[in-house]
């Protein structure tokens, strides 16, 4: 074992060791975290266990709801490229589980997937489970390196790849500090399917060898387009939306952002006095104190959960979000969406859920993590970036004011996701093509010029 594994397994056995009786406790008063508690130990249930099954068994990992969405558009090609596929989705949070499990429902998929949580990255329970599991092929979404489970899968000879795979500027860094333990890590996958050029060339310099690298695109902008009407209706319904109200949305906001964007909406209430706000926080344990908060400001406010129909309409000048999957959907009846994560520091979040409607996206300097969705936004003027509150109230109230402007702005939002769809089939190839003999032959269309020397 490479000296740097064992001193990261030490590391991680050790904090371990230390840190899950506290941990334990926690869970059991609270009641947070007990669910699939068995299966991060590895434990699932005998009716998933491998017995003569000969269809092709392929793991997706994904850790919360934003790659739980990449993967879905991913599974969607699968199940026609590899037909009578077994998939299975596994999740790092209970948010990320539920959003998959709502997200089956009703699909082609539901009688070929299982959503199972994601095993804690000891040797043991990654080896239990995927003995238990057996995949032919395990393939992680984005950014989801975890040595013991990727190493024990090779070990296995199960063959291992990253796909819509993004390494960005600031996790460079850090991966950079343990570049020994990445890149023994590294050299024992098998594929490496990444969103972009950056992405692939810092993926090769953190030790992954060039000939295993693709570039295929970013598969967030494959996002299902079917029924998005229905689903608008039935959201204008639920909202109480009349043609004639304005509706600014604020998505996936984190730290200080609530606070910005109530500064924001008073001043665009005083011009626009009919608009709706709805804030969807990043994080739906802050709901109580967004609420607060509002409520401090003088707005009337009322939760997503409190409007369930006819009897009890939404009232309320400000709606919280506080459910789990429904942000995209809400998006559907926005006039002007900004897309949070993105005032503060903590590299954006996706625009393109709000592009796919048709909605003029508005955000903040900090996009590091979605560079290649900001600047498709960027270059066909679907999206604007605000630098501060100031030029967020600015240009929402003027987009607000001016609603054939922001028809327009949505329209080349949507144009320029439209243009660059097909992601999502490159990286099921990639997966296919391992599950063959000849899974480590590429495509030549889509061979990273890593590759090329």
Known sequence: MNPYHMAYNGITSGLFLALFPPFWIYSRMSGRYRNGMSERFGHYPENLRRRGDSAPRIWIHAASVGEVSVAFSILNVLQDLVPGCRLILSTITEHGRRYAENR????????????????????????RALATLQPDVLACVETELWPNWLMEAGRMGIKTALVNGRISIRSID???????????LLAR????????????????????????????????????TESLDSEKDRMRTLYGISDKTPV?????IRGEE???????????VREVPKTVLILAPRHIERVRHIAQRVRAQGFSCQLRTELIGDGFPRRAQVVILDTIGELQSVYGI????FCGGSLVPTGGQNVLEAAVWGKPVLYGPSMEDFLDAKEILDQTGGG???????????KALDLLKHPDQARVMGCLASQ?????????????????NLLSKNGRKRRSGGVSPLAKG
């Open 248 to 252: 600014f949305i604020a998505g996936s």
């Open 189 to 224: 996958m098998d594929a490496f399917s990444m969103i972009r050029e950056t992405d692939a060339r810092r993926i090769s310099l953190m030790g992954a060898p060039a000939d295993r690298i693709e570039i295929h695109g970013n598969a967030k902008f494959d996002i299902p």
């Open 104 to 127: 089956i429902v009703g699909t082609s998929l539901k009688a070929r997937t299982t959503c199972v949580f994601a095993p804690i990255d000891l040797v043991l329970t990654t080896r």
């Open 334 to 337: 926005a006039d002007v969406v």
């Open 384 to 394: 604007v970036q605000v630098k501060d509150i100031d030029e967020l109230a600015g």
């Open 416 to 432: 320029a996701l439209a243009l660059n769809r097909g992601a999502a089939r490159g990286h099921a190839d990639v997966i296919r």
């Open 258 to 268: 609530d606070a910005m964007v109530l500064s924001a909406y008073a001043r665009i």
């Open 174 to 184: 850090r991966y950079m500090k343990i570049r020994p333990l990445m890149q023994d």
